[in-house]
């Protein structure tokens, strides 16, 4: 079993920027990938980032390229994502995710990310 618990959400104004932070703990070392996704009321889940467990091959949504990075601390069990210019169409509740060696998926709790003008 994999944990996931996110940090860093809350509001900021148009054009700034926020980090998330996601900590791993359980069975850490069976997580092959992880990554962000969001979800805006009334719409899917879209997949934001990912990351391979080397950290070496990452992807990014065409709507954040230039503007997220994806970035992830194995000795630390954590998975970050560096908002920048963040705009209204990007509040969302973000979720921290890990899919497993063996094909599970984790998710966690969410944090709220809310942009003002």
């Known amino acids: 079993q994999v944990q996931l618990v996110e940090s860093g959400g809350g509001s900021v104004q148009t054009g700034g920027s926020m980090r998330l932070s996601c900590l791993a703990s359980g069975t850490v070392d069976s997580i092959k990938i992880m990554g962000w996704s969001r979800q805006a009321p009334g719409n899917q889940r879209e997949l934001v980032a990912t990351i391979s467990r080397t950290g070496l091959s990452t992807q990014l949504a065409d709507s954040v390229k230039g503007r997220f990075t994806i970035s992830r601390d194995n000795a630390k069990n954590t998975v970050d994502l560096q908002m920048n210019n963040l705009n209204h169409l990007d509040v969302a509740i973000y979720s921290c995710?890990?899919?497993?060696?063996?094909?599970?998926?984790?998710w966690g709790q969410g944090t709220q990310v809310t942009v003002s003008s």
């Open positions: 995710y890990a899919e497993t060696w063996s094909g599970d998926f984790y």
